[in-house]
């Protein structure tokens, strides 16, 4: 399945087009210029199951491109004007710069064509051609590639492909010869069509995304659409011993990052939570993300096109009750990364916990006075973890704490509980639970709760029937209980 975007100018980093500035023919042939071969002529390469690699070092292929037209010089004309954007140069003349050097390379590989016929190698015979090869520096580069461009020719599947490669790997182990049929495999990684015949073909774009961070990680599980050779190919990455495979799997994961089909879901905080997941499984050791900053970058992309202030407008909108929407509001931010994102969600924060009539609000409405106190203190819990400043924290929790006290005393929460009858040891056990249920918020709504335990404690009834005539183990194992739960709320018995 191809992924949207694909051919979008974004694809290729400055980085990349910096180090792929080509000035000399041998330039062309270089794995910069591969790489950036591969990022603008997708399509072409797609359309012909051809790697870079295979394109640069087949006479055949060159043809079909240099026949083909607009392919090359919508390629030629976007790799310029972005080489020349942060310099003088004048694109113009970069352009007409690429265009000679590129017909130079393509004319070389046609004359070789013709005077140096390639030498035929099979599975068994490459090590042995290789170490027939005298030529040292781009010569011994250029016709070991010229070799194996012709070799892979014959396979128009990119399973076939790949899965020839893998086992050219395995009988060029150790040898000089190994590095360039990696190269390779690196470049078939970086297909969609080679991945789709690898994975199987993906429902949504996220499951593209586990399966790349997964071989990314080397611990990648078959599956029941996925090509056997994969396990050679995770094993290869899981070693270490092949530092290209894992920039070439990161392009691949780039690129689907940055396309435009959702990730899991048309559902606006779904989605937000598929980009939270995808980014939690991208980070690794605490300290690093693959694909590094442009990973991020499309990540925070990705969320914000949904975290606009009308997007987010949208998704509170559909909460009727108030309470909901400030729960709505910090789940959000809980799964919010960027800055851009966390700065517009700050201002819904303000607007709403700033609010004049705040309290008031909050305490409107026929709703449960339960529920609405467990969802004031999560939103409370929420807002200290969370990425604010200090101040900004404790501007934010003093009106839900406020509202919460509030809400107590409207609903005179403890004194229908003591109307209602019952021991004093069934009273405290209920009042733990509501504790335990995140009733109460930390500080003086708590403290009342616990105040009012306490009272209920001192009842010369509440041991007696808490422990029901219990003795010995039983006894001790009842007042453990106890202790522990009256602990956590700093109670003792």
């Known amino acids: 399945m191809a992924v949207p975007g694909r051919d979008d100018v974004e694809a290729a980093p400055d980085s ?21 071969i591969g990022r603008f002529l997708s399509a072409f390469l797609e359309s012909w199951i051809l790697t870079p690699t295979e394109l640069v070092h087949s006479a055949r ?9 607009r392919p090359l010089m919508n390629a030629l004309d976007k790799i310029a004007t972005l080489q020349v954007r942060n310099s003088k140069e004048n694109a113009g003349k970069r352009l007409a710069d690429l265009s000679g050097l590129v017909d130079v390379a393509m004319k070389m590989v046609w004359d070789d064509e013709r005077e140096r016929p390639i030498h035929p190698i099979t599975l068994e015979t490459y090590t042995a051609f290789v170490d027939g090869v005298w030529a040292t520096g781009f010569d011994r580069d250029y016709l070991i590639n010229l070799t194996l461009a012709e070799f892979l020719s014959q396979f128009k ?10 086992r050219l790997h395995d009988l060029s182990r150790s040898h000089d010869g190994n590095p360039y049929v990696v190269a390779i495999i690196a470049e078939c990684l970086k297909s969609d069509g080679a991945l789709d015949q690898m994975f199987g073909l993906f429902e949504i774009p996220e499951e593209r995304c586990i399966d790349l961070t997964a071989l990314w990680k080397g611990e990648w599980k078959p ?12 094993g290869m990455v899981a070693s270490g011993g092949h530092p290209n495979l894992r920039p070439a799997i990161e392009t691949a994961l780039l690129l689907v990052l940055s396309g435009k089909e959702p990730l899991r879901s048309a559902e606006p905080e779904v989605e ?8 939690k499984r991208l980070w690794i050791g605490g300290t690093n993300l693959i ?5 991020m970058t499309a990540l925070e992309r990705r969320q914000a096109r949904i975290l606009s202030s009308e997007g987010v407008t949208d998704i509170l909108r559909e909460r009727t009750v108030l309470v909901d929407r400030y729960t709505a509001l910090m ?3 809980t799964i919010t990364i960027g800055q851009g994102n966390r700065a517009t969600l700050k201002t819904f924060m303000a607007h709403y916990f700033n609010h004049r009539d705040f309290v008031a609000r909050v ?7 339960i529920p609405k106190l467990q969802s004031l203190t999560m939103i409370h819990r929420t807002i200290k973890s969370s990425w604010l400043s200090d101040r900004d924290k404790g501007s934010f929790m003093a009106p839900v704490e406020a509202a919460q006290g509030q809400l107590m005393a409207n609903a005179k929460l403890f004194e229908s509980l003591d109307k209602r009858g019952g021991t004093a040891s069934q009273k405290v056990l209920s009042l733990l639970d509501l504790c335990r249920k995140g009733t109460f918020i930390e500080g003086p709504n708590l403290a009342a709760a616990r105040k009012v335990i306490e009272g209920y404690l001192a009842d010369p009834g509440f041991l007696p029937d808490y422990l029901g005539g219990a003795r010995g183990e039983e006894k001790d194992r009842k007042m453990a209980l106890l202790s522990k739960a009256l602990g956590s709320y700093g109670i003792t018995v």
């Open 331 to 333: 789940h959000l931010s």
């Open 363 to 369: 305490i409107a409405g026929d709703e449960p006075p």
């Open 223 to 234: 599956h029941a659409t996925s090509h056997p050779v994969l396990e050679t190919i995770n």
């Open 291 to 295: 694909g590094g900053a442009k990973a």
């Open 272 to 279: 937000v939570q598929a980009v939270f997941d995808t980014f």
């Open 16 to 36: 990349l087009l910096d180090s792929a500035y080509c000035t000399k023919t041998e330039d062309f042939f270089s794995a910069a210029s591969r790489d950036l």
């Open 61 to 69: 292929s060159l043809r079909r491109l240099n026949d083909s037209g």
């Open 157 to 166: 599947v990119w399973a076939d492909k790949l899965a020839v490669l893998v």
